[in-house]
């Protein structure tokens, strides 16, 4: 039987590796020409998730614990690198040492998304699997102050002529941005908000809002791949961003598994 720690290790690596190394894509394309050491940096984590998805390749669920463990050790020290990285190229950015086409919330953003990844490489390797039920509120502010942003930066994104999308944008990054801040309301109710129903329709109502900004971007995407929209967003974008919301509707869908057998 396959351990849990291993398992969910892995699925971890693969989702977020390849999120950090399109990190690291779109960070390239955003510098200007003359940025020439940041590009080359930005390839370097390219170039080093590349090998952690070369040596994911050969793992699998039955692979030794004390192997993945090892594993996971070096993808927390890339995934502490590229957040460096980003929240260098952030304060740049801030101090106006340098121009560049990379929104300073959309740095800030991706370097969020490296902490999470390197504290839950982290919190695995330290024999954390189940979800405490504060870190279920906090885990949804997280992705949905995520989510929200998405929402800001497709909005911003697309051709002003596309007034409709625009507009549609801007409601999603509205709506999220109510999401969070009821997330943070919750947050301060503790422990009394930690109680299933109350998480339960908290979750819910998550799941209801997501699906529903997962279908704007899926269809986003695929006009954007047919080159029927007009817009600055590189279509691995889009497809990024999709794919981190169908992320986050897998972990509420955790989330509510978990509750299910408390």
Same mark, same amino acid.
């Given at each position: 039987?396959?351990?849990?720690?291993?398992?969910?290790?892995?699925?971890?690596?693969?989702?977020?590796?390849?999120?950090?190394?399109?990190?690291?894509?779109?960070?390239?394309?955003?510098?200007?020409?003359?940025?020439?050491?940041?590009?080359?940096?930005?390839?370097?984590?390219?170039?080093?998730?590349?090998?952690?998805?070369?040596?994911?390749?050969?793992?699998?669920?039955?692979?030794?614990?004390?192997?993945?463990?090892?594993?996971?050790?070096?993808?927390?020290?890339?995934?502490?690198? $590229?957040?460096?990285?980003?929240?260098?190229? /952030?304060?740049?950015?801030?101090?106006?040492? *340098? &121009?560049? =086409?990379? %929104?300073? +919330?959309?740095?800030?953003?991706?370097?969020?998304?490296?902490?999470?990844?390197?504290?839950? $490489?982290?919190?695995?390797?330290?024999?954390? /699997?189940?979800?405490?039920?504060?870190?279920? *509120? &906090?885990? =949804?502010? %997280?992705? +949905?102050?995520?989510?929200?942003?998405?929402?800001?930066?497709?909005?911003?994104?697309?051709?002003?002529?596309?007034?409709?999308?625009?507009?549609?944008?801007?409601?999603?990054?509205?709506?999220?941005?109510?999401?969070? %801040?009821?997330?943070?309301?919750?947050?301060?109710?503790?422990?009394?908000?930690?109680?299933?129903?109350?998480?339960?329709?908290?979750?819910?109502?998550?799941?209801?809002?997501?699906?529903?900004?997962?279908?704007?971007?899926?269809?986003?995407?695929?006009?954007?791949?047919?080159?029927?929209?007009?817009?600055?967003?590189?279509?691995?974008?889009?497809?990024?961003?999709?794919?981190?919301?169908?992320?986050?509707?897998?972990?509420?869908?955790?989330?509510?598994?978990?509750?299910?057998?408390?």
């Amino acid at each position: 039987m396959a351990n849990p720690i291993v398992e969910r290790s892995l699925d971890e690596i693969q989702f977020w590796s390849r999120i950090m190394k399109e990190h690291a894509l779109f960070l390239s394309l955003g510098f200007t020409h003359e940025q020439k050491q940041l590009i080359a940096e930005a390839q370097q984590f390219i170039t080093l998730f590349e090998r952690i998805e070369e040596k994911l390749a050969r793992l699998n669920v039955n692979s030794d614990i004390r192997q993945v463990q090892a594993f996971n050790s070096e993808v927390y020290q890339a995934a502490v690198s $590229i957040w460096s990285f980003k929240r260098k190229v /952030l304060g740049l950015t801030l101090r106006c040492e *340098i &121009q560049s =086409n990379n %929104f300073p +919330l959309l740095v800030d953003h991706i370097s969020r998304e490296a902490a999470y990844f390197a504290n839950r $490489i982290k919190d695995l390797n330290e024999g954390k /699997l189940a979800p405490e039920r504060d870190t279920i *509120i &906090q885990e =949804n502010l %997280f992705f +949905l102050r995520i989510m929200a942003d998405h929402a800001k930066f497709i909005g911003h994104l697309l051709d002003p002529s596309e007034r409709k999308l625009v507009d549609q944008a801007r409601e999603f990054g509205h709506d999220f941005d109510q999401l969070v %801040f009821q997330a943070i309301d919750l947050d301060s109710m503790r422990p009394h908000s930690e109680t299933v129903p109350i998480l339960d329709q908290f979750l819910d109502q998550n799941r209801v809002s997501v699906a529903s900004l997962r279908d704007f971007k899926k269809t986003a995407r695929e006009l954007i791949e047919a080159c029927r929209i007009k817009s600055n967003i590189h279509p691995l974008l889009a497809d990024h961003t999709f794919r981190e919301a169908e992320r986050f509707l897998e972990i509420i869908d955790l989330f509510d598994a978990h509750l299910s057998n408390q």
